[in-house]
């Protein structure tokens, strides 16, 4: 059954992002009237702002901001002109009126600016998008002070409105990757991933569930022309570190095995103190650790020094040297194993290439199963667990896997797989991209994520399953696993009094860029 809701827009128009949150809820709303404001405007101080107005042009404009037409044509439009007090508008009584007479109890709010909830819409649910985490950022610009900060990360919430400023009750929170380097690219991240979540804030609101929110942060303005003018120069700096870095440094990567005594003893640990590899001749490093299910083997992606290409081989797990290559010839990575009926499979990654398969454990094997359900799908390190009789597909997607997982369900191994109601079940770039397999101890289940807040592979966040069925998923942050010698890990797996993970350092060298630009030529990702 729909939800009846109106629709706050302004000039009969919405941003694309918007568009596109709207069609994802679709299956949840009925919006059967438009309330069309035509007089939303916002005072310009043009001395003291021009350098941030000049920056919005030029970052906060894009695909996803640009205009359309609202285009709901079986919704009954009402325009009308806001009453303005100071800064807050309000809605005439008469469309008030109208709203609650239709039975009307939810509005989505895509235009206006700041609304007063005065006694006429005291009675309704009105949900507003907020991009900036409240408790660390209230205010506006989107992003600005979080990129110039050099934050973790950009929250974006949908609440249910209140008169008090970023103090409404929170139905989704979520974070979105900042990229330091880029005004732009951090903004279209953002407005990217606001897209799923008013459905996400449906789901909730009908189900009641809410998100706390400690003590709100302080509340930020426009910036003047010298914090603008600040903000360029860091952002110079910036990409001038990253052409650096790109072009003389990269990262070597390697695993190390070493004892396993529970969770927290992974806290801090040190490369030095477990069992390192010596990386076989032809390539490159090793990266992405998996036990083969029964712990005689460890299965890694080794990149082709020849060809910038990932390939899997199998190492012993005791020894450490090289025993075969499984995938080569196109790009593989994270070669998650899997389990049923006494035989093992390896679910590769090849989002570069193909859908994705489980493939026979034995080297040369031909075998493979197609996943039905995910044959037009390009997923990143899938992890496959069996819970309760169903199976469930962590995945990320090639555009996205940095900040947003998503899970697919399916009664049986080969499919079909349908996606789960509560996608993406992650948006924050801290744990988001899966980082080994689900681990299971004392009845409990833990998932490890990739904290991509500053680069890539800087170290781990354990996260522990609260919920996980068909319909339901929650999950909480519960540790931090890093080196103390390293960076790193970005993949863990652990068999029995065993693990394995990865690590790298950074090194000088005059061919990284030329291997880097091989790579891109090659297909890699």
Known sequence: MKIKAALIVDDLSLTEWQRQALDDASEYLDIQLVLNCRNTHSKKRLFKHFAYYVLNVLALRNDLTRRVDVGLPSARTISFDSIYKGMWQSLPADVAKTVEEQGIKLVIKFGMSLLRIDDALARLDILSFHHGDPAHYRGR???????????DRIGIIVQKLSNT????????RVHSKIHHHSYRKTASNFYRNSRPLLRKAIVSYLSGDRVALEKPGPNYRLPGNWVVLKFLAKLVYRNISRLIYGALFEKKWNIVRTGFSGLNALANISVAGGAIPKIAN??????????STDGSSIRVEALNARNGLGEIVELGSRDLNLRSVLFAGAHYSYPYPFEEGGEEYILPEVASHSAPYLAGASPNTAKKTALAGLEDKRLVDSSLIKHDGVYYLFAGYIESAADSLYLYTSEQLSGPYVAHPRNPIVIDPKSARMAGRIYRADGRMYRFGQNNCFGYGSELTVSEIVTLSKDS????????????????PHALDIHRDLAVLDFYVDRFSILAGYRRFVARLAGSS
């Open 141 to 151: 610009p989107a992003g600005f002070y979080e990129v110039y900060d050099y934050a």
């Open 282 to 291: 032809g390539y490159t490093f090793y990266a992405d650790p998996f036990f």
């Open 165 to 172: 400023l970023d103090a409404g009750e929170i139905l989704v």
């Open 473 to 488: 998923y929650v999950e909480k942050n519960v540790g931090v696993i890093a080196f103390k010698d390293a960076r790193g």
